[in-house]
């Protein structure tokens, strides 16, 4: 086999398989934060920003925020493979990935500076 | 298919246009229109943890455009939305077990995607009510 | 409401189409005008209005929507049998492929009432009125209700639908076990109608680079064939992000499969064989 031949055989597979890895771990991830969310409801700015600054809380919405974002950029991937058929396949690849990436490190950056600040 | 070849040799036979929706399709439809609008509601997450960084008047602001009646309908669609990615994304994963390829299962599971949601998001929404309480 | 199998017909039909305008994305020369009305005499007690695609290629016109009146008192049960009667009634320049007439050959596959199957199973009975006749979609039309299948035929090849032996023949047969031929039932029994190929939409939108549920069906027959001793390229070759993976489970095929085959759950088997295949196992 050549290199050339492994990449294209990675390819697929794992697109493939990072997107049921991601999905299976959204899965806990997501149904904690929507149950914390319910939970939090009510409560007013400072008891969200000590929820938030629980090392738990932090490290699972880190993980949220770098799962979801994966999974999205893998998904929105699919859909643009599928409708998206000319030249205007490459720029509309890259920004959505740069997009999902810019939004996964701005989530990131709130959530620590929320850590840091208080 | 594209290309300037099939352009040349005649007209393509519709398809989308006249092909029966089947609750085959519709729900596989239904579960990539549902993972876009959660990515929505991914970016709407990223902007509420923005606010709660800013401070306390920026999280107020944004609380306040939570809890404007736009913006309640806005979180009951993102949360059905999501609801319904979860539990067809489930249905997928046990596909890629292979489990369930029986057409009278693919059906039925069909059909529980589409209860368990929306049994999902008012259970949700119930239980946002009362813990606001 | 739950489907048993693929020839058990809905109860009721919420929608008949998707909510698209009726010449949606469709190119210039593909767009649908209205079309000739072929009426039968007042004579007949029992008509039914067929509204069927016709496209004369020597006409150079748009492909047109022909309404014709059968008296279904004169013809068989099946729509076969009221295409034939049109032809040999009405118009004879309507044309369609057809053979067996008995759901085996698989060359009278279109697309009636918005669904994918035989013309030859489909009881007239069972069908809506007006009932629409259209060929399988999503393909070049050569006549009528006669799509181009070389593609299609170029994608089966391309899964070299063949034995590969490597050690020398026997002296007789290749033996194979009860329990390994069984694993071949519901996969050799496809008749290559493409009832499912031309029925996905990921085939409608990728058909030049997706091998199509069809196709692939006939990979996984190869691949689970225990004689086969050459899996590991069978699989190389359909480890492509479009190929194999432009499957996105939307299950189309097996729902309309006229002869109640599985080809979204053979797909599924071959993606599972690339994962083992890389190492993972989650049922020895």
Redesign the interface.
Same mark, same amino acid.
């Given at each position: 086999m050549t290199r050339r031949r492994e990449r294209t055989l990675l390819e697929g597979a794992g697109h493939w398989w990072r997107e049921r890895v991601t999905a299976v771990a959204l899965i806990p991830l997501t149904l904690w934060f929507f149950a914390s969310i319910i939970a939090h409801s009510a409560n007013d700015y400072s008891a969200v920003i000590a929820w938030l600054r629980m090392p738990s809380s932090t490290l699972m919405m880190v993980l949220l925020l770098v799962a979801l974002f994966y999974h999205t950029a893998l998904g929105l991937q699919t859909i643009i493979d599928d409708y998206v058929h000319s030249a205007r396949k490459v720029p509309a690849l890259i920004i959505m990935r740069l997009g999902c990436l810019a939004l996964a490190a701005a989530g990131t950056f709130a959530v620590l500076r929320i850590v840091v600040r208080g | 298919?594209?290309?300037s070849m099939?352009?040349k040799?005649?007209?393509?036979?519709?398809?989308?246009?006249?092909?029966?929706?089947?609750?085959?399709?519709?729900l596989?439809?239904a579960n990539?229109i549902s993972?876009?609008v959660t990515?929505v509601g991914?970016?709407g997450?990223?902007l509420w *943890? *923005?606010a709660?960084?800013a401070g306390?008047d920026t999280?107020?602001f944004a609380r306040w455009l939570l809890s404007s009646s736009l913006g309640q309908i806005g979180l009951l669609i993102f949360m059905f939305a999501?609801f319904l990615h979860?539990c067809g994304?489930?249905r997928? *994963?046990i596909?890629?077990?292979?489990y369930g390829?029986d *057409?009278?299962t693919?059906?039925?599971s069909g059909?529980v995607v589409v209860a368990a949601s929306v049994v999902l998001t008012v259970a949700?929404w119930i239980?946002?009510l009362y813990?606001?309480? | 409401m739950i489907i048993r199998s693929s020839n058990q017909l809905p109860r009721f039909v919420l929608m008949k189409r998707f909510p698209v305008p009726r010449n949606f994305g469709l190119n210039s020369r593909s767009r649908i005008e209205p079309g000739r009305s072929w009426p039968v005499s007042g004579k007949a007690k029992r008509i039914k209005t067929f509204n069927i695609y016709r496209y004369n290629p020597d006409l150079g016109r748009n492909p047109t929507l022909d309404r014709f009146e059968v008296d279904l008192d004169d013809c068989g049960p099946m729509v076969l049998d009221a295409l034939i009667w049109i032809k040999n009634k009405v118009d004879s320049t309507l044309a369609f492929r057809y053979s067996c007439r008995e759901g085996v050959c698989g060359s009278c596959a279109m697309n009636i009432d918005g669904t994918n199957w035989l013309a030859c199973t489909r009881f007239i009975s069972e069908t809506e009125n007006p009932i629409a006749i259209y060929p399988l979609p999503s393909l070049r039309i050569i006549k009528d209700l006669v799509p181009d299948l070389k593609h299609l035929w170029a994608q089966y090849k391309e899964v070299q639908p063949w034995l590969h032996s490597k050690t020398p023949e026997p002296e007789k047969e290749r033996l194979q076990s009860i329990e390994e031929r069984r694993r071949l039932d519901g996969y050799y029994e496809c008749i290559l109608c493409f009832c499912c190929t031309s029925g996905c939409p990921s085939y409608w939108w990728n058909g030049d680079r997706f091998l199509g549920p069809a196709a692939l069906l006939h990979a996984w027959r190869w691949l689970t064939d225990s004689r086969d001793e050459a899996p590991g390229e069978r699989l190389n070759s359909l480890e492509d992000p479009f190929r194999l993976y432009g499957c996105r489970t939307i299950l189309n095929c097996t729902r309309t499969c006229p002869k109640g085959l599985n080809p979204g759950k053979a797909i599924a088997e071959i993606k599972k064989k690339v994962m083992e295949r890389r190492g993972l196992r989650w049922q020895e």
């Open positions: - | 298919m594209r290309g099939q352009e040799y005649g007209p393509t036979s519709p398809n989308i246009q006249i092909y029966r929706p089947q609750l085959t399709s519709v596989s439809i990539r993972g876009v990515s991914a970016v997450l990223v *943890l *923005l709660a960084a306390p999280y107020a999501f979860l994304g489930i997928h *994963l596909w890629d077990a292979v390829f *057409l009278s693919i059906y039925a059909w949700a239980a946002g813990a606001a309480s | -």
